[in-house]
């Protein structure tokens, strides 16, 4: 498995110390993922992470980490946002940016970052964009993976994670080498209760809705990858890397 750098301070909020602090990292990749529910962002951005340095972000894992969490109760707006995710439904917004932007020293870092699965909106974007442009800190792309439907509802109504590391497996794709047991830990692996087949159908539909004209937003401002997501995982990282440096000019060390 990729190893994941410590996410604290943006799994757990602000008040929690990634430990150790990430080194500063020359050149320092600022990337959004886009792409459909499924598609393979989550296992890019590990892949990506080891071969750019950035940091990966993914606003799903913020609301998982706060489902499971056991010191305490969720808040009542995260209560409200888990029972959208249950669903399959985009959380609100508000709920959203207030998340973000109370994490937005994980922007600063120096080590770079990729942020998965936000945003989602044309509402979540334009504030993104309002905050890097006052923090100063430009996003160097916007990477689209791009994959037919029918592909992209095998890989989520197969996927497998662990309950205990949150390995990614797939059964066909990537099984693990004991039926339901975690390669790397020994732990116990479950479905994803929005990886059901109603749930991913509303994903997939508001992902048409909300997500899809972040395309030609990005597209329009000339920071838009898009990247074929077939083949394997690290046939698909290498495309990426070697399309994210075709693109001058590098990051800056801003
Ligand atoms: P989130 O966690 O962001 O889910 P998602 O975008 O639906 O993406 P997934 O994690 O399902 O898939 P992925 O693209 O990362 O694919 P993966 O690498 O795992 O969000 C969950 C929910 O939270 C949302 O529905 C919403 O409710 C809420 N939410 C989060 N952010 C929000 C926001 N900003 N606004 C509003 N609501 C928000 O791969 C999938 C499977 O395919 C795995 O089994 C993997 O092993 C397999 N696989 C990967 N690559 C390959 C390959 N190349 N070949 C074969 N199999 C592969």
């Known amino acids: 498995m990729t190893t994941q750098p ?100 994980c922007l600063r870092c120096a080590g770079g ?24 800190l430009p996003l160097n792309a916007v990477v689209d993976y791009e994959l037919p439907v029918a592909e992209i509802v095998s890989r989520l109504s197969g996927r497998r994670t662990c309950t205990s590391c949150k390995a990614v497996f797939h059964i066909a794709n990537q099984p693990p080498q004991r039926e339901n047991v975690c390669d790397h830990c020994g732990a116990t692996l479950f479905q994803r209760e929005d990886d059901r087949p109603e749930s991913i159908k509303v994903r997939l539909a508001a992902y048409d809705q909300s997500t899809a004209p972040l395309i030609d937003f990005y597209r329009r401002q000339n920071l838009l990858v898009s990247i074929p997501a077939t083949g394997s995982p690290d046939e698909i990282c290498s495309r990426t890397v070697a399309a994210l440096y075709q693109r001058a000019p590098l990051p800056t060390v801003v």
């Not at 600022?30 to 340095?53: F, S």
């Not at 606003?59 to 995710?85: E, H, I, N, Q």
Request: proline share 8%; hydrophobic share 40%; charged share 20%.
């Open 113 to 136: 970052f990729l942020l998965d699965g936000f945003p989602r909106t044309l509402n979540q974007a334009e504030s993104l964009s309002q905050l890097l442009r006052a923090e100063n």
């Open 6 to 105: 410590d996410r604290s301070s943006w799994l757990q909020g602000p008040a929690a110390q990634c430990t150790p602090a990430p080194t500063p990292i020359v050149p320092r990749w600022r990337l959004v993922l886009l792409g459909a529910p499924g598609v393979g962002k989550g296992t890019q951005a590990q892949l990506l992470h080891q071969r750019l340095g950035a940091c990966h972000l993914s606003t799903g894992d913020v609301f998982r980490a706060a489902a499971t969490r056991k010191d305490c109760a969720p808040s009542p707006a995260m209560a409200t946002a888990l029972d959208y995710m249950r669903r399959g439904e985009l959380v609100p917004d508000t709920t959203v940016w207030e998340m973000v932007r109370e994490r937005a020293g």
